[in-house]
């Protein structure tokens, strides 16, 4: 009996050994009659494996008149039966139900999928690839929901993972803040963490966190393509060809790593470098969902809409909620005259994005266009715009010359007013300022409140220019007003 | 960006085709002499000779028959011994093919049958194949095909063939026994797909196949509808060679979602999206499709459609034009979401280049042609009834394609945006036309819509001339045709005195817009072959697809003598486009409208009737469906209900699929007509309603239907005599009227508020009423509508005292020759009775001297409108008739249309009769 498993154990090292050659089919050729639980699992794996082997050369040999072949796996059908008598019987083990988890789903049988999956991962929690194919079937809340999950700290790993993906980010960060707590040293919680920062748009903490993860992980290329992201928008030049040098050295072949080349190639400017860069992350990853959209704002740079364009709907076909890509659509249509149009995209992109400001404005400009003239729905986006944390401030000083082109002085003064707050706040300075000082100066002297008038006046003298006499003639006209006028009335103006 | 797609003609080497290739080595074996073994005669020889010419001709067919069939098609070919043996050969040789080697080996071979470019050194008795002829140029094509293929496309025909072989070994095991058992054991799998006859018909087939082995006749393999059969059996037979495989098992599962009773969807199924293979065939398919679409989009299924479309995306993802399809499958289906965003999906991949077929390339425009997919938007958001956005989006079409000098583009969106204008009520098109397109608006001139309309018109019509785009120039021509039977032609800009302003409509006009819009017809028929677009010959190409295999054997039958059949299928189409047939179908429509408008019912009714004879193929359904409509009314009008009724059942089975459909309108109209008529008005007004309720709620939508129903609504009232209520729907409907430009309707409005005023008693206040709607029926060349104007007008000065008798029995006898000649039952019935009144008021009028004048004008009156079942009028025409037979002494007479006048006003109080078969149609 003793010798039985040895022999058995033989043969289970043989065929893992064949397993890690890649030599699927041997592997599991040489396994064919054993039935220990690794071995059955070893098997059934390597002939997955073996087909989807077989699959991807079969969609390159046999590409039809069409373009496209529908290959599939031959296996999936053998292991599909063979799993689910082993189900049936109660002998299965947690991998051999992730693996048939695995099978069902391609096959489209989605929730038998899931309850399979649900099973393995009870009873074997530590498979995170169980979790990541349960997570892809999670496609809604109520789903999630629904998922009847032992507790165990891998859950919490699963949520916050999903949650990311069902764009609940503050939702995943509390999870991966807690998760921190316990695992204190993980880089990829770190990285997790800086994935939903970025989402909720919090550059510096992200930036602080990729510097942490490179001092002690020096030569990941994982996520390092949102660090670049994030180096583009602050316009770091050096740090941005430091990163690129690094992940070109470490391995140049991945996704990332083009896509990080791709980056700097497009902070300097060199577009078509940079969609070189690209293309080749694309070739290497046809579903890569950020290089379809970085391409299509190369294209837009390059002023090649149609491609533009027809980048940004490939984006959109790979995971319908990209918001940033329905944004470059709509970009792209208000770019070539068509301003209704794109509202269309516009509209889908705010809807998956509600908060961001700068969607809005976009939208609120198409709506402004000249071709459009819809001021009102233009004020009811830069309404919402100012209403989530507008960082440039263009709404505020949007609205407020809005609503003083459609005569409605109150309005207007009210957004100026709370636009110069703002600046003042924030210390800046500017035409706008210039701009609302000399409404607002206006606005009280023909609203007769002449003392507010007159502080807005003479901070307008501060400023040079064809404003400072204005406000001096303004000044003055108040001035000879108020000296006619009847005391009283005057007395009545003072409170 | 666009399509990485195949070339067309993309020639793969199948096992099929390899079993040709081996039966051509049989034919022409190398160094043989003339009739080469098997063959006793040169007739057989070349009777093998001619089938494998056919086989080889429908090589680039859709789908390939299976090695059973071919060995079938064999058999009937052939004689007996010769047929098991030629069998054997093939088979035996087929299955020798067991490594790449073999398959170098064989095609190597092969090219030894082939005469070389010196064949003329070759001996006479020698049998050769002539490297030019087709049988040659086929097997260069598969020598060729073959030494392209890599490695792995050796090893894929390989298991192909393996699979092919193995299929046939276990259908028919012992193969020497009839293997017609074995594809009836087939089809018996399959019977769920096919009817019964085919059954009937294989068992039938193994009889004859039998006697027919007996006698060895040569009758037997002409049997035409052998080669029919089987390839309906086939459509559902898995073919096994290539990954079409898998597919029809999807199709097939999608079955349940498709509406059995549409057998467009079993073409579908059977012979389209599973077998397509070439680029070309796709896109013919998908043409095809999109005519049917237009034609009756309800008759696809919106499900079963959409999964075949999205099995084509799947395999063919650059086709983009999928994405379009299922655009119109979502409009034909009034799927709002699904239309919208598979018509933007369309146009981001495509940029509007991909399947536009009429027009021409544009020369260096890299830009794309977004342009197109404004003028799509448009149209979708018109025909989803949101004028207001369509007219926006139509706006900025104009805008970007004369920004992209886009021509053809923009004689389309104008020609689109005079539609919208036309079919919608827009009270003021202020600041949304005017900034980009009139060039009146730079002179800071404003005009009003219907202006706009005629400048928009005109407009695209010059440019739809200058872009020699026939059918676009003829639409247009209806269009305007249209606008001229409706709108008072005026000076567009109005400087100095007025008297030159001639107010009326122009029927020449018209009538010179229907002509010229069909004369398109004869320019196409002269160069309807420059026509061909792009995949139209796979389409028609499809639609035969029954043909050709018929074809195939059918001329081995006359030999060598009608081979035209073979070519007959590849034949290019020679016939009018469809879509220009539909135009012309329309502009019939048109006149009969117009007629219909200008008072003539023989010119309608027979223009009516030409659409329906000469179009009822090319023409939309809805527009078939309008052609029976006006044939109906024009029943109701001229026979009666009851015909009218019958004639409509037939018109409902006949239109069953059309939504929103004008037959269902027709029904209510004339049942509301009827039940006013016997003075049921409670369904009456339940009817009036349901009308009311067809209309979209959006302003300005679907105005035709909305006047109609608040017109019917007002007569209701007056019925009911709630004089009051019913004057002042009359008003709101004439300020509706008034402010969507609706002139004609009008017309009728105002007459109905003479009748209003006439009916309550208040005849110098309907007087106005009556002169107005008559000044405007001039104005509009209404000619019937005058003649009842007319008559209304003579009853409302005969109320006023007998001292006018004369003057409205003058005008009475002014209009009846127009009535007479083109009046309906009722106009008819109602002008005579008002004649006889006249009369009867008349102080110079003696009742004994021209009784006879009277009593037969108002014995007519009765007859027809018994037949209408008009009861108020009818008890009113015999009580006439009793008071005067009473004056006459008459008295049985008297008597006699007394009870006549008792049963009228009995049934008119008492409308509900249970025994009337037209209550239970409701």
């Given at each position: 009996m003793e010798e039985d498993e040895l022999v058995d154990a033989d043969f289970y090292l043989l065929a893992k050994s064949y397993f890690d050659c890649r030599e699927y089919k041997r592997a599991a050729h040489v396994l064919r009659d054993q039935i220990g639980r690794k071995s059955v699992f070893l098997r059934s794996y390597a002939l997955y494996l073996a087909g989807e082997k077989r699959k991807e050369e079969e969609m390159i040999e046999l590409d039809g008149p069409l373009g496209k072949s529908d290959a599939m796996n031959q296996e999936l059908v053998s292991i599909e039966r063979e799993l689910s008598t082993l189900r049936k019987n109660g002998t299965v083990d947690p991998f051999c139900l992730y693996l048939y988890g695995l099978v069902l789903k391609q096959k489209g049988n989605e929730n038998l999928a899931r309850t399979v999956l649900v099973e393995s991962v009870n009873s074997y929690p530590w498979n995170w690839n169980a979790w990541t194919e349960l997570q892809s079937l999670c496609t809604t809340v109520d789903i999630l929901n629904s998922l009847n999950l032992s507790s165990h700290w891998m859950k919490d790993f699963f949520l916050a993972s999903t949650y990311q993906e069902l764009r609940m980010y503050s939702e995943s960060l509390t999870k991966y803040e807690y998760l921190l707590g316990t695992f204190g040293f993980s880089n990829y919680i770190q990285a997790q963490i800086a994935k939903a920062q970025y989402s909720l748009r919090e550059f510096d903490q992200v930036e602080a966190i990729f510097e942490e993860l490179l001092r002690t992980d020096p030569y990941r290329v994982e996520d390092m393509d949102m660090y670049s992201n994030v180096l583009y928008a602050k316009e770091c030049f050096s740090a941005l060809s430091y990163l690129a040098h690094r992940v070109f050295m470490t391995d140049k072949y991945r996704p990332e790593s083009c896509c990080i080349i791709g980056n700097y190639y497009s902070l300097k400017g060199q577009h078509e470098k940079s969609v070189v860069y690209f293309r080749r992350a694309l070739k290497l990853n046809k579903n890569y969902l950020s290089a379809w959209t970085l391409m299509g704002h190369e294209f837009v740079e390059m002023k090649n809409t149609p491609a533009a364009v027809d980048a940004y709907r490939r984006a959109v076909d790979i995971d319908p909620c990209d918001y940033r890509a329905w944004y470059g659509l709509g970009q792209a249509y208000e770019m070539m005259g068509m301003p209704f149009y794109a509202l269309h995209y516009f509209k889908k992109s705010v809807f998956l994005q509600p908060n961001d400001s700068r969607l809005w404005i976009a939208m609120a400009q198409c709506y402004e266009t000249d071709q459009l003239r819809m001021l009102d729905e233009a004020i009811k986006c830069y309404r919402r715009a100012s209403n989530c944390n507008d960082r440039e401030a263009i709404a505020l000083h949007q609205l407020a010359k809005l609503h003083s082109e459609l005569g409605r002085p109150e309005e207007a003064a009210f957004y100026y007013r709370k636009d110069l707050e703002r600046m003042e706040s924030e210390e800046r300075d500017g035409p706008n300022m210039v701009e609302a000082l000399l409404y607002l100066a206006k606005y009280y002297k023909s609203q007769k409140r002449f003392e507010e008038a007159e502080v807005y006046c003479t901070r307008l003298l501060d400023y040079t220019g064809p404003e400072r006499e204005t406000a001096k003639n303004l000044l003055r006209g108040m001035r000879s007003t108020q000296s006619s006028l009847p005391p009283t009335d005057v007395d009545h103006f003072t409170p | 960006m666009t399509g990485i797609l195949k070339q067309p003609g993309a020639f793969a080497i199948t096992p099929h085709k390899v079993s040709l290739c081996i039966l051509l080595k049989i034919y022409a074996p190398p160094a043989q002499i003339s009739v080469p073994f098997p063959f006793s005669s040169v007739s057989q020889h070349n009777r093998l000779g001619l089938f494998l010419l056919a086989l080889t001709k429908s090589c680039d067919d859709i789908l390939e028959p299976k090695l059973d069939e071919l060995i079938n098609q064999l058999r009937l070919v052939s004689q007996n011994w010769e047929a098991s043996w030629l069998i054997d050969q093939l088979i035996s040789r087929l299955s020798s093919l067991s490594s790449p080697d073999d398959l170098f080996n064989f095609f190597t071979d092969i090219r030894g049958i082939l005469g070389g470019p010196d064949t003329g050194a070759i001996e006479d008795d020698q049998v050769i194949l002539d490297a030019n002829s087709n049988l040659g140029l086929f097997l260069r094509r598969c020598v060729l095909a073959f030494n392209l293929l890599p490695f792995e496309g050796v090893c894929h025909l390989l298991t192909n063939l393996g699979i092919y072989c193995k299929e046939e070994f276990s259908s028919c095991p012992p193969y020497e026994e009839t293997s017609l058992d074995g594809s009836s054991s087939n089809l018996e799998t399959y019977s769920e797909y096919e009817n019964m006859d085919l059954e009937n018909f294989v068992y039938e087939k193994v009889s004859e196949e039998i006697e027919a082995r007996k006698e060895a006749s040569e009758r037997v393999p002409f049997h035409l509808h052998t080669p029919n059969a089987l390839l309906s059996l086939v459509d559902d037979i898995n073919v096994a060679a290539d990954s079409a495989s898998k597919q029809t098992d999807k199709v097939r599962v999608a079955s349940p979602y498709e509406d059995p009773p549409s057998n467009m969807i079993q073409d579908i199924d059977s012979s389209g999206a599973v077998f397509l293979r070439s680029n070309w065939q796709v896109q013919g398919y998908l043409q095809e499709q999109a005519d049917t679409i237009e034609k009756n989009g309800s008759a696809i299924s919106l499900n079963g459609f959409e999964i075949i479309l999205r099995q084509l995306q799947k395999l063919a993802p650059e086709l983009h034009r999928v994405h379009f399809l299922s655009y119109l499958n979502g409009l034909s289906h009034d799927d709002y979401s699904a239309a919208l965003e598979n018509l933007h999906c369309y146009f981001d991949y495509s940029a509007g280049n991909e399947g536009f077929d009429f027009i021409p390339p544009a020369g260096g425009n890299s830009f794309g042609r977004y342009e197109i997919a404004l003028l799509c938007l448009g149209m979708m958001h018109f025909h989803f009834g949101h004028p207001k956005l369509a007219l926006e989006v139509l706006t900025e079409a104009v805008r970007v394609s004369q920004q992209h000098s886009n021509d053809t583009c923009l004689a389309y969106t104008l020609a689109a945006i005079s539609n919208l204008l036309f079919e919608n009520g827009i009270s003021s098109t202020a600041g949304i036309l005017g900034s980009?397109?009139?060039?009146f608006t730079s002179m800071g001139i404003s005009l009003s819509v219907q202006q706009q309309l005629f400048v928009l018109l005109r407009g695209s019509l010059k440019r739809a001339e200058n872009l020699k785009l026939k059918r676009l120039l003829a639409s247009n021509h209806l269009a305007m045709a249209k606008f001229d039977l409706t709108h008072v032609q005026r000076p567009l800009l109005s400087f100095g005195?007025?008297?030159?302003?001639?107010l009326s409509t122009c029927p020449v006009n018209v009538c010179k817009e229907l002509r010229l819009s069909s004369h398109l017809i004869s320019d196409f028929s002269s160069e309807s072959s420059a026509m061909t677009i792009d995949g139209a010959f796979s389409t028609t190409w499809l639609r035969n697809l029954q043909k050709p295999r018929g074809s195939l054997i059918l001329c081995q039958e006359n030999g060598s003598g009608n081979s035209s059949n073979v070519s007959q299928f590849c034949a290019q189409p020679t016939s009018i486009p469809g879509s220009v047939l539909q135009v012309l179908g329309s502009s019939y429509i048109l006149r009969a409208t117009a007629w219909e408008l200008y008072g003539s019912t023989p010119m309608a009714r027979i223009n009516a009737l030409v659409h329906t004879t000469c179009f009822a193929d090319a023409s939309s359904s809805s527009d078939a469906a309008l052609a029976y409509v006006k044939l109906i009314q024009h029943l109701a009008v001229f026979k009666g209900y009851k015909e009218a009724f019958s004639a409509l059942k037939i018109a409902e089975d006949k239109f069953l699929s059309v939504s929103k459909s004008q037959i269902l309108l027709l029904k209510l109209q004339l049942l509301h007509e009827h039940a006013l008529h016997r003075g049921h008005l409670k369904l009456a007004q339940k009817l009036c309603d349901e009308l009311g309720v067809l209309?979209?709620?959006?302003?300005?939508?679907d105005m035709e239907l909305k006047t109609e129903a608040s017109l019917r609504h007002a007569r209701t009232l007056l019925a009911a005599k709630q004089f009051r209520e019913a004057a002042s729907v009359a008003h709101s409907l004439f300020c509706m009227c008034y402010k969507y430009n609706l002139q004609v309707e009008n017309a009728s409005v105002l007459l109905l508020l003479a009748e209003i005023h006439k009916k309550s008693g208040n005849a110098v206040l309907g007087l106005p009423y009556a002169l107005a709607s008559l000044s405007f029926c001039i104005s509009f060349n209404l000619d019937l509508l005058k003649a009842s104007a007319t008559l209304t007008l003579a009853e409302l000065w005969l109320s006023l005292g007998s001292s006018h008798a004369t003057r409205a029995l003058n005008l009475v006898h002014g209009a009846f020759p127009i009535i007479l000649g083109h009046g309906g039952l009722e106009l008819r019935s109602r002008a005579y009775i008002v004649e006889a009144k006249c009369y009867l008021c008349d102080t110079n009028f003696n009742v004994f001297e021209d009784s006879n004048l009277v009593i037969d004008s108002l014995r007519q009156a009765s007859q027809e409108l018994q037949l209408l079942e008009f009861h108020e009028l009818a008890a009113e025409a015999f009580y006439l008739m009793a008071m005067i037979y009473d004056k006459l002494g008459q008295l049985e007479e008297r008597e006699e249309a007394a009870s006549s006048f008792q049963e009228h006003i009995l049934a008119l109080n008492n409308p509900q009769d249970p025994n009337d078969p037209l209550v239970s149609i409701y």
């Open positions: - | 980009s397109y009139s060039p005195p007025k008297s030159s302003l001639k209309a979209s709620p959006v302003t300005g939508v």
